[in-house]
């Protein structure tokens, strides 16, 4: 069974950092692209950021591209999104989101979620 | 960037009947489009992707179609369980990749 767990949330200042995890078990890790997406307060999803299956290649949205980075650790089946810079408009809760198909198509359909995890930005 | 517009916002329908949901994209799709269910503090679910094929343990009562710019999603003989918010999703041209802005699907 395919698990995602994210963790790393909190509240924190804007300009501030935080590091989300999350934890995948149950596939091979290594053979899927992994995304972040987020949903602010009463709103509806956003897609953040996409890593490839070796981590070779990313993709933000523009709204975070230069202030976010995402990278995967294989060996430990974990993805990471290191946000730094935070705006009050990065409130939202994250999920991680794995692609459904780990063929060459890298197609972002996502079939498994994680449970989420909230981020607050304000002082 | 591609604008995902869905319609109605909300949909207030009785258990049993059948329901279309809309979702247009600014620009031609072919057929990459994925329709995600989300119920109240839960992540979503996939439900359809490629626009008409059903994602793994998904019940056959829901069927989605079109192509190009205009999509719907079908959910024949609502249950209780299917009352949720539905999103669509494009992933012809990305990034970045795009959402629509859900519609709600709730009980009359």
């Known amino acids: 069974e395919v698990q995602l767990v994210e963790s790393g949330g909190g509240l924190v200042q804007p300009g501030g950092s935080l590091r989300l995890s999350c934890a995948a078990s149950?596939?091979?890790?290594?053979?899927?692209?992994m995304s972040w997406v987020r949903q602010a307060p009463g709103k509806g999803l956003e897609w953040v950021s996409t890593?490839?299956?070796?981590?070779?290649?990313?993709h933000f949205t523009r709204s975070v591209k230069g202030r976010f980075t995402i990278s995967r650790d294989n060996s430990k089946n974990t993805l990471s999104l290191q946000m730094n810079s935070l705006r009050a408009e990065d409130t939202a809760v994250y999920y991680c989101?794995?692609?459904?198909?780990?063929?060459?198509?890298?197609?972002?359909?996502?079939?498994?979620w994680g449970q989420g995890t909230r981020v607050t930005v304000s002082s | 960037e591609i604008m995902m517009t869905q319609s109605p916002a909300t949909l207030s329908v009785s258990p049993g009947e059948t329901v279309t949901l809309s979702c247009r994209a600014s620009?031609?799709?072919?057929?990459?489009l994925a329709w995600y269910q989300q119920k109240a503090g839960q992540a979503p679910r996939l439900v359809i992707y490629?626009?008409?094929a059903r994602a793994t343990g998904v019940p056959a009562r829901f069927s989605g179609s079109g192509s190009g710019t205009e999509f719907t999603l079908t959910i024949s003989s609502l249950q209780s369980e299917d009352f949720a918010v539905y999103y669509c999703?494009?992933?012809?041209?990305?990034?970045?990749?795009?959402f629509g802005q859900g519609t709600r699907l709730e009980i009359k």
């Open positions: 890593i490839s299956g070796t981590g070779g290649t990313t």
């Open positions: 620009q031609n799709l072919s057929t990459k």
């Open positions: 989101a794995k692609y459904r198909s780990d063929s060459g198509n890298y197609n972002p359909e996502f079939d498994s």
């Open positions: 490629g626009a008409s």
């Open positions: 999703q494009q992933y012809n041209e990305w990034p970045p990749i795009t």
């Open positions: 149950g596939f091979t890790f290594s053979n899927y692209a």
